[in-house]
């Protein structure tokens, strides 16, 4: 699970999780405010999309996965956005929460937290979302790797292969191809990651327990379900 706010003091950079600290701006002096600055004018270069009668219109509890639960998560862990139209989307990140699905829920709906996944995978197979696709949410601990990816967390604990539960990858596969399907990208280990594999990062999920042949297996096998019913859907 993602920890990704920066605390302390300090303005907030436009990744929505770090802060220009104290000590920054008293060392740095002007060097780090402008380049506060610098960040700033990259985040405005985004912001085309809340031009009046651009934004798309959005509707309260509405899921981008059919059949997942919609359980908001606090406004503190996430960021506004307009995807894909003001970021590409082409990236999977998976997670495991280290704890319960309620755990994750509750963690997820607390500001303090400054961390969330789009997605979070029960072991059973339910599925909840958090946090809508088109915005950025602060799982990956990296501001490119949020701005360009899909977070899904995993109930469980990384040392724990029994948590991983054919139930749970199935449901995550399906998950996880429908999203490489709506934003047209492989469903390879390229463009599917762990959060271990995100530049930077500071945490290790999902583990060495995690099944990535068998998962990426069945990814394949429900991308290409995934196509076959659109190419259905077509035909009609």
């Known amino acids: 699970m993602e920890g990704t706010s920066g605390r302390g003091h300090g303005p907030r950079l436009p990744d929505g999780g770090g802060r220009l600290g104290r000590r920054a701006l008293l060392v740095g002096g002007a060097a780090a405010a402008v380049g506060a600055g610098v960040l ?6 985004h912001l085309w999309w809340r031009a009046p009668g651009v934004e ?13 639960e919609w359980v908001a998560a606090s406004e ?5 956005a307009d995807r894909p139209g003001d970021y590409g989307v082409d990236r999977v990140v998976i997670h495991v929460v280290q704890g319960s699905y309620p755990v994750a829920l509750k963690v997820f709906k607390d500001p303090a937290h400054g961390a969330a996944a789009h997605y979070v995978v029960r072991g059973d197979g339910h599925i909840a979302q958090t946090i809508r696709e088109l915005d950025v ?6 501001r490119s790797f949020n701005e360009r990816s899909i977070g899904i967390e995993h109930e469980g604990w990384i040392d724990r292969p029994q948590d991983f539960s054919d ?3 199935r449901a995550s596969a399906r998950l996880t191809a429908s999203i490489c399907a709506r934003y047209d990208f492989p469903p390879d280990r390229e463009h599917i990651i762990g959060h271990v594999e995100v530049p930077g990062a500071d945490h290790i999920d999902p583990g060495r327990s995690w099944p990535w042949e068998k998962y990426m297996r069945m ?12 190419a259905a859907a077509r035909r009609v």
Not at 56 to 68: F, H, L, N, Y
Not at 137 to 142: I, L, P, S, T
């Open 40 to 45: 700033a004018r990259d985040e405005l270069r």
């Open 56 to 68: 798309r219109s959005r509707v309260e509890g509405a899921v981008d996965q059919p059949g997942a």
């Open 76 to 80: 503190a862990n996430w960021r506004r």
């Open 137 to 142: 949410a602060f799982h990956a601990g990296n």
């Open 167 to 169: 139930a749970m990858l």
């Open 219 to 230: 990814v394949r096998q429900a991308r290409t379900e995934v196509e076959g019913t659109k």
